[in-house]
């Protein structure tokens, strides 16, 4: 008996470990891979469970209409990712390869509109270019009329570019501020030109991110629903033809068959990301040396003027949506009140209730995704069942939101199904949410984690501590920053979300960023916008907040890490 307990103690194979990869392994097939093979079964049935085989998509390649809405798809998601990839470069280029002041204000200014759920930026469009727009009536005769047709293509790119700038900026700016100065010292002895060494130093250099920004915002823009429901107009796309096959016909084996296609590009970009992602490592070396920041003052004008260009556009996006939230009736009566904010802080609110779902998901999102990675990395239980469990972490990144809530609809909505009873409750939000964004917060952690000496749970199995002990005093202190991060990035992410819990949620418990749609299909853009700023600035206000009331904590992890390289 004194032996399996020492065994269970140790952690070496241990049996806990095991049992709980175990367990992490059935919870993650019930959450991501059974629900995913629904979707693909609904796609090739009938209504009755027959087999069909590719009837479905047939019958949708044979509709002009429906064709049309995927051609419409691609072509935007082009537009949006050769502006988004573009301008996410030079801003990048500009804060890591030049001397242009102020860079953390650009870098604050860049990543804003992560904080704002996607629909904001078409309701701030439609102030701007609307029939009633400020541009577009010359800020109500004081100029020229300049009027553009904002609701269709042109608003949906221009949308989209603002909801995938900072993740192309984000990429690229990691894969810049990583650079061997001995090359460029190496192409200047050779007499290369600056334009030159660009080329063929900087931009290979940087291809992988490169390759990862165009997937990430080509499938960004291809399966998002916010932007196309509020500025797309009669301009059919793929992400809202599923939903009008889902909410508006009830034809859930069509629905299925178009959230395949939603799919596709997703796993192809999943692919060629992992791809590159092996391919990149190795680039620096322990000889490398940092870049090094020349002064070009030709160069740093040219940058800070595309920097400021861009800053302002994204501010006043903002601005504008946070200004037409506070006018009483656009644009008869431009008094400012709050009224549009009446009603939001109610208990059972569309504000409350987002805050109770970002939270819950948020809390247990976090615990989740710590636990599951510390067994999957640090953890010496069986490696099948770690690998297993690895790649199902891997798969939501696969999964475009609007395809995940409609595979919770088509597995959870199933009285067979054990766990039928928690459709239509807040808890499916929350499982979807976590799921939703349960991937990055997984390689975040796992990468944190990789970084932490192996000899903790070498020297706690030595003295016959506990793995879980090791795992409370020493793995979690020191990865308390990581911890934060993960999560400020579920409660966020979850604020603004709306593709995957747009089929989810109950009449009783309708979600800030759900309400936002349904306002603005009624045509009320004035509390809609209202509603949109609060999600903004209680993103801002929670970061903030947390980092603020953590620096303690920050402290002390950066002095325990210091002393441990020490």
């Known amino acids: 008996m004194d032996f399996w307990f020492k065994r269970l103690r140790t952690g070496a194979n241990g049996w806990s470990q095991n049992i709980m990869i175990s367990v992490m392994t059935i919870t993650l097939i019930f959450a991501i891979l059974l629900p995913l093979g629904e979707l693909i079964l609904k796609a090739i049935t009938n209504q009755d469970g027959d087999f069909i085989g590719l009837d479905h998509f047939i019958k949708y390649f044979s509709t002009p209409a429906l064709v049309t809405s995927l051609w419409n798809s691609i072509k935007v998601s082009l537009m949006t ?10 801003f990048a280029y500009a ?26 930026h078409g309701l701030a469009l439609i102030y701007l270019f609307g029939n009633q727009g400020l541009i577009s009536t010359g800020f109500f005769g004081l100029l020229p009329e300049f009027r553009i047709q904002i609701y269709g293509p042109l608003g949906i790119v221009l949308s989209e570019v603002l909801y995938t700038f900072p993740q192309a900026f984000l990429m690229l700016s990691v894969a810049l501020a990583s650079a061997d100065y001995r090359l460029y010292e190496a192409a200047e002895t050779l007499g290369s030109s600056k334009w030159r060494t660009f080329w063929t130093v900087t931009v290979p250099g940087s291809k992988y991110a490169l390759i990862s920004a165009i997937f990430v915002c080509f ?21 809202t033809d599923l939903y009008k096959q889902v909410i508006g016909q009830q034809n859930m084996q069509m629905g299925a068959a178009v959230g395949v296609l939603l799919l596709i590009p997703a796993v192809i970009s999943f ?33 800070y003027v ?81 690998n297993a469990a690895y790649f199902l972490s891997m798969l939501p990144l696969a999964l475009p939101g609007l395809v995940l809530g409609l595979i919770y609809v088509f597995f959870f909505n199933n009285p ?13 939000v929350i499982l979807c949410n976590i799921v939703h964004f349960y991937s990055v917060s997984f390689l975040t952690m796992t990468s944190s984690l990789k970084k932490l000496d192996s000899e903790f749970e070498a020297a706690s199995e030595s003295m016959n501590v506990p793995w879980y002990r090791t795992l409370l ?74 980092m603020w009331f953590t620096r303690k904590i920050r402290r002390r992890t950066e002095a325990l890490l210091i002393r441990k390289d020490v």
Not at 81 to 90: D, K
Not at 307 to 332: E, N
Not at 416 to 428: A, D, E, K, R, V
């Open 306 to 386: 595309l920097c400021s260009t861009v800053s302002t556009i994204i501010v006043g996006i903002i601005l504008i949506a946070i200004y037409g939230s506070l006018v009483k009736v656009w644009p008869y009566n431009l008094s400012i009140s709050f009224n549009n904010y009446k009603g939001f802080f109610e208990v059972g609110g569309p504000f409350t209730n987002s805050l109770i779902i970002a939270l819950g998901t948020a809390l247990i999102g976090t615990v989740i995704t710590f636990i599951f990675s510390y067994l999957i990395e640090k953890s010496r239980g069986n490696l099948v069942l770690r």
């Open 81 to 90: 990712t050769v502006i988004s990839v573009t301008l996410g470069f030079g």
């Open 219 to 239: 499938v960004l823009t291809f399966t998002d629903f916010g932007a196309p429901k509020v500025v797309g107009g009669q301009y059919n796309v793929l992400a």
């Open 473 to 546: 005093r020493v793995t979690v202190p020191l990865s308390m920053l990581t911890i934060i991060e993960i999560f400020i990035y579920f409660f966020i992410n979850s604020m603004v979300t709306v593709s995957a819990i747009i089929f989810l949620y109950a009449p009783d418990m309708k979600p800030a960023a759900v309400a936002i749609v349904n306002m603005e299909d009624s045509g009320d853009i004035a509390r809609a916008a209202a509603l949109s700023t609060l999600i903004i600035l209680t993103n801002m206000f929670v970061r903030s907040g947390v």
């Open 416 to 428: 067979n199904q054990p766990l039928n009873g928690i459709y239509g409750t807040i808890w499916i």
């Open 271 to 303: 692919v060629f990301d992992r791809i590159s992602q092996r391919k990149q490592s190795g680039w620096l070396n322990a000889k490398s040396t940092p870049y090094q920041v020349e002064k070009n003052k030709l160069r740093d004008t040219l940058f």
């Open 95 to 120: 804060l890591e390869r030049s001397g242009i002041r102020g860079k953390w204000f650009f870098r604050s200014v860049a990543l804003l509109p992560l904080f704002a759920p996607s629909m904001l």
